[in-house]
Structures are given as structure tokens and as C-alpha cells.
């Protein structure tokens, strides 16, 4: 890849829409996008200062035909997002005039950008980290107000600071070291006064590795499996939190034959709900099938909401599906509590000692009030806010393993009595894990892997 290039891509999604943006990015955005853009006041492109827009019309120079009708942002270097000169062309939207600009852009000068380019060059122009790069790509894909925040505060740098501030603890306290064994006649602290220190380091690397479960499902969604025999309101509840008429509910007993999946946000957190079939033996081909995929799902959910008809006594059905659920965080619904009850809070207890039980009421509404705000505290209970540094990414994640493990690796060393040169080679496999991070160690593979999930205009 030449960064020196001049790059053109269209950032906005394709289809029919209000604008259509062209962007170009490089030393020659300028000029190319001179060359084809005629604006009624003369004004040249060139003579723009700082970061202004200017009105005109773009023309092809070939035929002297005018394609759109534009206005045109000039944003010079640094003060771009890629630390170039910046040039975005907005159309009208619409495949035919954004791709003809495009044409254009293409034929002075400027290359097709690959994915994610724009912000790799933001990285490698220093602009942002690259957990910054990330957390980019956090925001466009964020699906709910707190997976949006997170993202956006990782943008602003608190991953990179709290990484930064890690990293340079550790660094001090290998110079700390290099000093003792160069002048261990000095007045130069014990190394054993080290350990605090490390174990320090180590604390600080395990809050952000404790947030990681809360980074994933701010990414990927609480995954919420909603199961229970046919007809104990799996359906209803699944509409009800919805406030939609999603899935069809009847009084037929496997109305549900497949997974139903839909994303909500609870207090602006993500939840990916999913309905599944009732769980019961069946002779029904299709039905069997559901059934199994409801199984299979109940294995990888962050959380089992387990339903009871409590107007019915617990079958043999019931505690099959209990025994499905069992080792996962659950949620017990005594459901159709409207009616006369005929199982207690103290049945459930009986056979799943730690779920947490509330009793609903689908049909008047009863109850779900009380579901989310427990399903919205499940996702908070370690203390961790959405402003604090949360770990959003897998990457991230098993670098701050590999750097707890070398400075753990660090303390044993120092217990052990051995040459105290060697505690520095593992402070500095944690100092180097944690670069990857940032980006200042980070190997160009892992580079290229980031930005190769961004789409073209980012």
C-alpha cells in the first residue's frame, strides 16, 4: 500500500438518498478535485484556507457537460481525519452522479481507496491509536445508546490513556531495575520493593479485562434465550418487550417452529432476544427440528429466561427444560399470574436454587417492568459504567492476558530469587502486549487484519 497516493472512495452507503459524498484524501486532493469542479463565483478550490465549503457545479472536461450540482469541503492537513488534505464532494444522492464523480476522480489522479484506508492513514499519519482505529469502526456498527458511548469514549483516547499510563508504569519500573544491576553498590531501592508495583500493574490490567464482558455484549448484544414448554407465553413475551406483533401467538401448542431473532435496547443496552420453539417430545419433522435449535442455542446464551405457566402444575416437560438450563444465569417467569396460581416462588427454588424469579403477566403487563430492569442490572453488576475504559474487542482482549500473564510471570521470578535481568524480559513481554494494543508494537499482519473489516469510505 502507497500512502503517498492520493485515495478516492464514496463514503456514504450506496442507494437513493439526500447526498451522496465523494471523499478524496492526499497530497493531490486539491488538485484533482480542481480540475473538474467550476464554481459561479470563480472561487478556486486552491485558494481556500482552512476548512470551508464552496458551491458549484462539477463538469466533465472532456465533453463540457455538467454531472451534479455539489458543494465541496476543502480540509487541509493536519487538521483532517487523516492528517491530509481532505476534499469531500457532495452530490445528490444516487448511484449514477456519485459514481460518475467518482469516475472522475479516478481519471486526474486519485487510486480507488482499500477498506478502512482512510482511517489507516489516520493511524499511520498519528492522528489516532489503534485502538482509537477500532473503536471507529465501534461507533458505525453500535446498536444501542451505551454501545455507542462506549465506542465514542474509546475514540476519544480512555483505552489509550489507561494503556498508556500502564505501560509507562512498567517502563519505570524496568529502569528501576537496569539500575540495580548496573549499581547494585549504589543506594538504589531493594529489588523486592518491586512487587508492589507489578501487583499494581496487574490490578490495573484486570479491571480493564473484567470489562470486557461487558464490552462484548455492548458489541455483539446480551444474547437472551427466551425458552419454556409450547404455549407458556414465550411468543407473547418476545412482543411484549418488542412492542410488536413479531412472532405469531395462537393457542396451538408449536405455533414457534423456528428461532425468532430480534436485537432490543434496555436502558441503552443491546439485547438480542430470541424466541425459540417449545421444547417437548414431537413426532413433527419440522417441529423436531426447532426444538434441537432451541437446545443447541441454550448452550451459547448470556442469559436463559425460563418460562412457566403458573396456572399449571410442573410437569415432566418442565423439568427437562430446567435440566437444559441448568449452569447458566437464569431467570424464572411465572407466567399467567393473572390466573389461580398452582406453582409457588418456593417450587422454583426447589429446583433452581439461584435463578432469580418474577412473576408476569403477559396479558395485562405485569412483571416485565421488573425483567428489564433486571436484565439491564445483570449487564452492570460489576460496578463498571459505560464512560469507564471498556474493553470492546476480542484483539484487545487476549493482549491484556498476555501482558497480566508476563507480569505475573514477573512476580514469580522475583519469589523465586532468580536474577533479577530476567523479571525484565517479562515486564517487557507485558510492555510489548500492551503496544499492541495502541498500535506501537502491533505487527503489520495485525494491522492489515483491523482495517481489512472497514468498508471502502472509512
Do not use: W
Amino acid at each position: 500500500m502507497n500512502v503517498t497516493d492520493t485515495i478516492a472512495a464514496v463514503s456514504t452507503p450506496p442507494g437513493e438518498g439526500g447526498i451522496g459524498i465523494v471523499r478524496l484524501s492526499g497530497g493531490r486532493a486539491i488538485d484533482i478535485a480542481e480540475k473538474f469542479f467550476d464554481s459561479p463565483s470563480g472561487r478556486s478550490l486552491k485558494a481556500v484556507k482552512g476548512r470551508s465549503m464552496t458551491y458549484g457545479h462539477i463538469i466533465d472536461p472532456d465533453s463540457g457537460r455538467p454531472v451534479d450540482e455539489v458543494l465541496v469541503s476543502v480540509m487541509r492537513a493536519p487538521h483532517t481525519y487523516t492528517a491530509e488534505d481532505v476534499v469531500e464532494i457532495n452530490c445528490h444522492g444516487g448511484f449514477t452522479a456519485v459514481k460518475c464523480v467518482l469516475e472522475l476522480c479516478f481519471r486526474f489522479g486519485a487510486r480507488p481507496a482499500q477498506p478502512g484506508e482512510f482511517t489507516r492513514r489516520a493511524f499511520i499519519n498519528g492522528r489516532i491509536d489503534l485502538s482509537q482505529a477500532e473503536a471507529v469502526l465501534g461507533v458505525i456498527k453500535s446498536n444501542s445508546q451505551d454501545s455507542l458511548e462506549a465506542s465514542a469514549a474509546q475514540l476519544e483516547g480512555n483505552i489509550s490513556r489507561e494503556i498508556s499510563a500502564i505501560r509507562s508504569q512498567f517502563v519505570d519500573l524496568i529502569a528501576h531495575i537496569d539500575a540495580y544491576v548496573d549499581f547494585p553498590d549504589e543506594d538504589v531501592e531493594e529489588i523486592v520493593e518491586l512487587q508492589p508495583g507489578i501487583a499494581e500493574c496487574i490490578g490495573r490490567i484486570g479491571r480493564l479485562i473484567d470489562s470486557a464482558g461487558v464490552g462484548k455484549i455492548l458489541r455483539e448484544g446480551l444474547r437472551t434465550v427466551i425458552i419454556g414448554k409450547p404455549n407458556v407465553g414465550k411468543s407473547s413475551l418476545l412482543n411484549a418487550l418488542l412492542k410488536e406483533d413479531r412472532a405469531i401467538v395462537t393457542e396451538v401448542p408449536g405455533t414457534t417452529r423456528d428461532i425468532i431473532e430480534e436485537y432490543l435496547s434496555i436502558g441503552g443496552v443491546p439485547v438480542k432476544l430470541m424466541d425459540t420453539a417449545g421444547i417437548r417430545n414431537t413426532a413433527d419433522a419440522v417441529e423436531k427440528i426447532g426444538v434441537e435449535r432451541s437446545k443447541s442455542l441454550i448452550g451459547r446464551a448470556d442469559l436463559v429466561v425460563l418460562m412457566f405457566d403458573s396456572s399449571a402444575e410442573l410437569t415432566g416437560e418442565d423439568m427437562s427444560i430446567v435440566e437444559l438450563a441448568r449452569g447458566k444465569k437464569t431467570v424464572a417467569l411465572l407466567n399467567k399470574s393473572d390466573l389461580a396460581p398452582e406453582i409457588s416462588e418456593d417450587d422454583i427454588r426447589n429446583i433452581i436454587p439461584d435463578a432469580v424469579i418474577i412473576r408476569t403477566s403477559l396479558k395485562d403487563g405485569t412483571g416485565l417492568d421488573e425483567l428489564t430492569d433486571f436484565i439491564y442490572g445483570l449487564i452492570y453488576s460489576g460496578g463498571i459504567k459505560v464512560n469507564s475504559p471498556i474493553v470492546t474487542s476480542t484483539r484487545q482482549l487476549a493482549c491484556l492476558k498476555r501482558a497480566r500473564d508476563a507480569a505475573e510471570s514477573a512476580l514469580d521470578t522475583l519469589a523465586d530469587g532468580i536474577p533479577a535481568d530476567l523479571v525484565t524480559v517479562d515486564l517487557m513481554n507485558a510492555v510489548n502486549a500492551l503496544g499492541e494494543i495502541t498500535g506501537e508494537t502491533a505487527g503489520e499482519e495485525i494491522i492489515d487484519r483491523i482495517f481489512e473489516n472497514f468498508c471502502v469510505g472509512k
